[in-house]
């Protein structure tokens, strides 16, 4: 079994280390012996109808303006594939993209592909700092937040998790990042991943589910992961 990642605009697409999402899910891929092939999307390429788990980070408004229209063209293809329960996670800027609309402060909608019911409208400040929140699923999540977009949930969306400590989704309703089937929305750089491997080995698993019927996961020895999960933990927002 190989698992392929798509990882949509590695290029536009990737604050605060995000690209570190995909190394930790080769990374604890490769230490189970699974094998990984990672497809880097770029505006015009093909989106295979083979992928095991998608994953897309943030970026600047002007570079959510430069994938906008790529995106409206591959949306029906990432559809069908969340739909197919692929596990998916989307940072900042591409989960809201991933709602209807981003509208910039200036007032200019950049349009989303309605994967998640949510809809963002950019705030008078940017909404900065260290953030924790808890989930039910995966315990306590830890990350960086800077936005300034708001985002609210739509009947369809699950929150992600529970603002303990930061902003999350708006700064308001202590919501934080939004759920669809297998896809996680969350406005979490830091990046999330490495610092959270139970989410990891969420994503990891439910893409292993769609090929085999209950799958294990071998445990890993992740006591440098937990330890820098603390750390963050502890730091002032
Ligand atoms: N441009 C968006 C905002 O500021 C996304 C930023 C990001 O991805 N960190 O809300």
């Not at 990882?7 to 230490?31: I, S």
């Not at 949510?118 to 929140?133: D, F, M, Q, Y």
Request: glycine content about 10%; hydrophobic content about 30%; some cysteine.
């Amino acid at each position: 079994m190989k698992l392929k990642i798509l990882h949509l605009y590695p290029k536009e697409m990737n604050l605060y280390g995000d690209h570190g999402n995909v190394l930790t899910l080769v990374k604890r891929c490769e230490w189970r012996g699974i094998k990984t092939e990672v497809i880097e999307h770029e505006p015009g390429d093909p989106i295979p109808d083979d992928i095991d788990i998608i994953f897309g980070g943030g970026g600047q408004d002007s570079n959510q303006n430069k994938i906008e229209d790529d995106l409206r063209h591959i949306a029906m293809d990432l559809k069908k594939l969340v739909e197919n329960n692929v596990p998916t996670l989307v940072i900042c800027g591409l989960y809201q993209l991933f709602g209807d609309y981003f509208e910039t402060s200036e007032g200019q909608k950049i349009k989303g592909i309605n994967i998640i019911d949510v809809t963002t409208k950019a705030g008078p400040e940017r909404l900065i700092g260290n953030i924790v929140i808890s989930t039910a699923e995966y315990g306590e999540v830890v990350g960086y937040e800077n936005h300034s977009g708001l985002t609210k949930l739509g009947e369809k969306a699950k929150p992600f998790g529970t603002v303990i400590k930061g902003y999350g989704n708006n700064g308001d309703d202590f919501t934080e990042g939004a759920r669809y089937k297998n896809c996680i929305g969350t406005y979490l750089h830091g990046p999330i991943l490495p610092k959270n491997p139970r989410v990891a080995d969420w994503l990891i698993l439910k893409a292993i589910e769609r090929h085999q019927t209950k799958p294990k996961l071998e445990h890993l020895n992740d006591s440098i992961e937990n330890r820098a999960h603390k750390v963050a933990a502890s730091r002032p927002q």
